[in-house]
Nanobody, 126 residues
Framework: VQLQASGGGLVQAGGSLRLSCAAS???????????AGWFRQAPGKEREFVAA????????YYADSVKGRFTISKDNTKNTVSLQMNSLKPEDTAVYYC?????????????????WGQGTQVTVSS
């Protein structure tokens, strides 16, 4: 499975961005036992979990820091996972990584995600 993230950029605080992650090498379906999500890493900080979803769509999980502002979704027809980010804050500035792995329940544990895409930079100016 290869993951290709896109959609990062520079935005002012309070603005919105939408990240997309295209998966290739495997077609995910609602019956797939896969989970997918996003992690991020800011300069000088540890990598942290952002959001995840089961490909069946019956399990989602958000970090407290983004709950109510970010929404993760999937598109079975396009084999993509997206992250809609609203009300962005300067502290959301980071490189965002798309991830995928086997499972039925979305988790925040990095080791549950075998596949990692290249990062996409998100910069939020104050």
């Amino acid at each position: 499975v290869q993951l290709q993230a896109s959609g990062g950029g520079l935005v002012q605080a309070g603005g919105s961005l939408r990240l997309s992650c295209a998966a290739s090498g495997r077609t995910f379906r609602t019956s797939s036992n896969y989970i997918a999500g996003w992690f991020r890493q800011a300069p000088g900080k540890e990598r942290e979990f952002v959001a995840a979803t089961s490909w069946r769509g019956d399990s989602t999980y958000y970090a407290d820091s983004v709950k109510g502002r970010f929404t993760i979704s999937k598109d079975n027809t396009k084999n993509t996972v997206s992250l809609q980010m609203n009300s962005l804050k300067p502290e959301d500035t980071a490189v965002y990584y798309c991830v995928a792995g086997r499972g039925f329940i979305a988790t925040s544990r990095p080791n549950d995600y075998r596949y990692w895409g290249q990062g996409t930079q998100v910069t939020v100016s104050s």
